[in-house]
């Protein structure tokens, strides 16, 4: 007696138990792991929006150390956003501009190419990554960081070592509760650079001056409603933000407010992660003067 050989289709394999004789064949089908669906399961994980959680400098959870002048342990914030290019390619786009490539395997994301050129249009920056390996658990994320950034007089090298993000949602309504109240920014650290703002003013010559400046006073903030809040600084601006999970960010990208007695102040970007007790937090802006500013280190804490 033969039997015929097996019936593959592309999830099972279906093999006749009784002979052709008989007039209704009994059939078992086992089910295959499918190549597509595996390579499904393994990016899937890693999409989403993703944010840093609080920087920490006992744990050094989030803490990019650099050698560029002033900026030896910077706090990294944001959020990034990653979504699929193919069986297992993935992209990464960060709130501060940059999209990033990486392959997806089974234990983590590595970047793809391993050198990424990025010109950071928020902080006018331009910087390698070398490498940025990501691991995923559920809803918790860890990264590894190795980069450069490019300046006139030389490359500085940074490496995140701690990186930590949580997954959160889109639409998220019951975040901005632990942005609301007023935060009072705290004392200045120059040899940190925690709440020293960076201003680069127009010179003769084709020249820019630069200037640093300490960042006092208080920022309140209300709910409007669902996610959305409304920053209020002392100068008397106001500002609108966007809350997901323990983020909030400029929302609308680009904001100017003009004061009755004084020039328009225009910011381009404002990043704040809180756990509801402590702010870390990124701005940059023009001021009254037309001076382009960066606050890379804002540290405040609720009143």
Same mark, same amino acid.
């Given at each position: 007696?033969?039997?015929?050989?097996?019936?593959?289709?592309?999830?099972?394999?279906?093999?006749?138990?009784?002979?052709?004789?008989?007039?209704?064949?009994?059939?078992?089908?086992?089910?295959?792991?499918?190549?597509?669906?595996?390579?499904?399961?393994?990016?899937?994980?890693?999409?989403?929006?993703?944010?840093?959680?609080?920087?920490?400098?006992?744990?050094?959870?989030?803490?990019?150390?650099?050698?560029?002048?002033?900026?030896?342990?910077?706090?990294?914030?944001?959020?990034?956003?990653?979504?699929?290019?193919?069986?297992?390619?993935?992209?990464?786009?960060?709130?501060?501009?940059?999209?990033?490539?990486?392959?997806?395997?089974?234990?983590?994301?590595?970047?793809?190419?391993?050198?990424?050129?990025?010109?950071?249009?928020?902080?006018?920056?331009?910087?390698?990554?070398?490498?940025?390996?990501?691991?995923?658990?559920?809803?918790?994320?860890?990264?590894?960081?190795?980069?450069?950034?490019?300046?006139?007089?030389?490359?500085?090298?940074?490496?995140?070592?701690?990186?930590?993000?949580?997954?959160?949602?889109?639409?998220?309504?019951?975040?901005?509760?632990?942005?609301?109240?007023?935060?009072?920014?705290?004392? +200045?650290?120059? =040899?940190?650079?925690?709440?020293? #703002?960076? @201003? $680069? !003013?127009?010179?003769? /010559?084709? *020249?820019?001056?630069?200037?640093?400046?300490?960042?006092?006073?208080? +920022?309140?903030? =209300?709910?409007?409603?669902?996610? #959305?809040? @409304? $920053? !209020?600084?002392?100068? /008397?601006? *106001?500002?609108?933000?966007?809350?997901?999970?323990?983020?909030?960010?400029?929302?609308?990208?680009?904001?100017?407010?003009? #004061?009755? @007695?004084?020039?328009?102040?225009?910011?381009?970007?404002?990043?704040?992660?809180?756990?509801?007790?402590?702010?870390?937090?990124?701005?940059?802006?023009?001021?009254?003067?037309?001076?382009?500013?960066?606050?890379?280190?804002?540290?405040?804490?609720?009143?």
């Amino acid at each position: 007696m033969h039997y015929p050989k097996p019936v593959t289709t592309s999830s099972r394999v279906c093999r006749i138990l009784l002979p052709l004789t008989v007039a209704a064949a009994a059939i078992a089908c086992t089910p295959q792991p499918s190549h597509t669906d595996d390579r499904s399961s393994i990016v899937e994980k890693y999409l989403g929006k993703w944010n840093y959680t609080q920087p920490d400098r006992a744990t050094m959870t989030n803490i990019t150390v650099s050698d560029a002048p002033g900026r030896t342990q910077v706090p990294t914030i944001g959020d990034l956003v990653v979504t699929t290019e193919g069986p297992d390619r993935i992209v990464g786009r960060t709130d501060l501009g940059c999209t990033w490539r990486f392959k997806a395997t089974a234990a983590s994301l590595e970047l793809d190419p391993p050198s990424q050129l990025c010109h950071n249009p928020t902080q006018n920056v331009k910087y390698t990554v070398t490498q940025w390996t990501v691991t995923v658990n559920g809803d918790q994320e860890k990264e590894t960081i190795r980069a450069k950034t490019h300046h006139p007089e030389r490359d500085y090298d940074f490496v995140l070592e701690n990186g930590v993000r949580t997954k959160t949602e889109e639409y998220d309504p019951e975040a901005a509760e632990k942005f609301t109240g007023t935060w009072a920014y705290d004392s +200045v650290d120059p =040899t940190t650079g925690i709440n020293m #703002r960076t @201003t $680069a !003013r127009p010179a003769p /010559g084709d *020249t820019r001056l630069t200037e640093r400046s300490q960042e006092h006073g208080n +920022v309140r903030i =209300t709910q409007d409603y669902d996610n #959305r809040v @409304t $920053a !209020r600084t002392d100068d /008397g601006c *106001t500002w609108t933000l966007l809350a997901r999970g323990n983020t909030a960010r400029l929302d609308p990208a680009v904001q100017t407010f003009t #004061r009755p @007695t004084s020039a328009a102040v225009t910011l381009r970007s404002w990043t704040i992660t809180t756990d509801g007790e402590r702010q870390a937090s990124m701005v940059t802006g023009t001021d009254e003067q037309g001076g382009n500013f960066i606050l890379s280190t804002g540290s405040l804490s609720k009143r």
